[in-house]
């Protein structure tokens, strides 16, 4: 109970005065443009939102990595450093732009010379509340998480993380900075604690789906309220996306749970892949691993890479669907452009020839004017800073679903649930 106070008082002192810090615009990058930090979107965000959830933002910061001002505005600096990356080419906000809700737009994320890897990035809105890192869970800590990428060949591409912090460190102002924040020279394990400390005050809510919740009945039209019984009935959206198959959320959206949902499958031989990497998964190489989920077609494996259980054979993590209209395009891999698509995937249960699918997964036989409910719905959960852009996006997206539908397939929608092959031996 005393811990939980002291977060309190610094929770309350975030909202106030932490989140409101003036931040430089002035960078310390070597090459390229400069960074947007000064851009109101990639300023910390304030806990006096309509929906925020005080009491889980208060369980999301560590004990051992409490919030101060010094700290988060040290993290904003080095999430927009491109000294982290070994040519000073790429940055954090790379892959997680604010301008474009902390994501790149991308179907695949690109890191150092122009390298492709083999998955979505996803949002860091709210990612303080994930119980796991990355789709495939591998990481537990936003600490962990932001250090993989600078280590990683195909994203920021440093040896180890040493050689980042010498760069850092080779900048006089951040030796300052270091010291007044953390009373020693720019180390790795501080440099990580305040990345993580400047992503944790990224909260997204204040959405029209959270002042309806609030109580105001006009501010999400008729669709998007059908749309959200939809979500928790016939689309059954609440199998993952809901605290239990009964108990409505309305804060994060997830069961912070891994599920096949029949992505990448047909693409790519499973079978074959998973055989392979269980070599490598025995082997308790972690640095391998880690490359394995991005720069090859193991990467496909999802959580199977990290448990060596087969029945997590391609399943991935269930992504909290908040600003999900602006943080397209959708799912692990980046493979689906519209709302539309994402939906048209669940209507026909998709999954053919995939042994490990969800048992969830089944035809939904949802109606065209169903599924534009359900996309009302999820365009209301769009926070106000990304108003403008979402209704844009959602005009977008609309006019593309009528001239282009790939995977739409309405017989199979209505039609009954296809038998699963049998796990191979």
Not at 19 to 47: H, I, Y
Not at 229 to 238: D, H, I, P, W
Not at 293 to 314: P, Y
Request: net charge negative; charged share 20%.
């Amino acid at each position: 109970m005393k811990r939980v106070s002291i977060l309190g008082v610094i929770i309350a002192g975030i909202a106030t005065l932490i989140f409101g810090c003036e931040r430089s615009a002035k960078t310390v990058s070597p090459k390229g443009p400069p960074n947007p930090e000064a851009d109101p979107l990639a300023q910390p965000k304030s806990l006096q939102q309509v929906g925020a959830p005080a009491e889980l933002t208060r369980e999301a910061i560590p004990p051992d990595n409490p919030q101060t001002s010094e700290k988060i505005s040290l993290g904003q600096k080095l999430f927009f450093e491109r000294r982290l990356s070994v040519d000073g080419t790429v940055s954090c906000s790379t892959c997680h732009d604010p301008q474009l809700a902390f994501t790149d737009r991308k179907p695949l994320s690109v890191g150092i010379k122009g390298r492709v890897g083999q998955r979505n990035a996803p949002t860091i809105l709210n990612a303080l509340y994930n119980k796991t890192q990355f789709w495939d869970g591998r990481v537990n800590t936003l600490e962990e998480q932001a250090a993989n990428p600078i280590v990683n060949v195909f994203e920021m591409g440093h040896p180890n993380l040493d050689t980042a912090v010498a760069q850092i460190a080779s900048v006089e102002e951040y030796q300052q900075t270091f010291q007044r924040v953390f009373g020693r020279p720019p180390n790795g394990p501080d440099l990580l604690r305040a990345i993580a400390s400047y992503e944790r005050t990224q909260l997204s809510f204040d959405s029209p789906f959270d002042r309806f919740i609030a109580g105001d009945n006009n501010a999400i039209d008729a669709s998007a309220k059908r749309g959200w019984e939809l979500f928790n009935t016939q689309a059954r959206c609440n199998k993952c996306h809901a605290l239990t198959d009964t108990q409505r959320d309305v804060t994060v959206f997830t069961d912070n749970d891994f599920h096949n949902i029949g992505i990448g499958i047909i693409r790519h031989n499973v079978v074959a892949l998973a055989r392979q990497a269980e070599q490598l998964i025995k082997s308790g190489d972690t640095a391998a691993i880690d490359r394995a989920a991005i720069q090859n077609d193991m990467s496909v494996l999802g959580r199977f890479l990290i448990t060596k259980q087969e029945k997590d054979t391609a399943s991935f993590k269930t992504p909290d669907i908040r600003n999900v209209l602006v943080t397209g395009p959708y799912f692990h891999d980046g493979s689906q452009g519209t709302l539309w698509d994402v939906i048209d995937h669940y209507n026909k249960g998709d999954g053919l020839h995939n042994p490990w699918l969800d048992e969830d997964m089944q035809p939904l036989a949802l109606t065209e004017t169903d599924i534009d409910d359900l996309v009302a719905f999820l365009a209301s959960l769009t926070s106000a800073n990304y108003h403008e852009q979402g209704a844009a996006e959602l005009i977008r997206q609309r006019a593309l679903s009528q001239t282009n539908r790939p995977q739409q397939d309405t017989a199979r929608a209505f039609g009954p649930k296809p038998v699963q092959p049998e796990t191979p031996k």
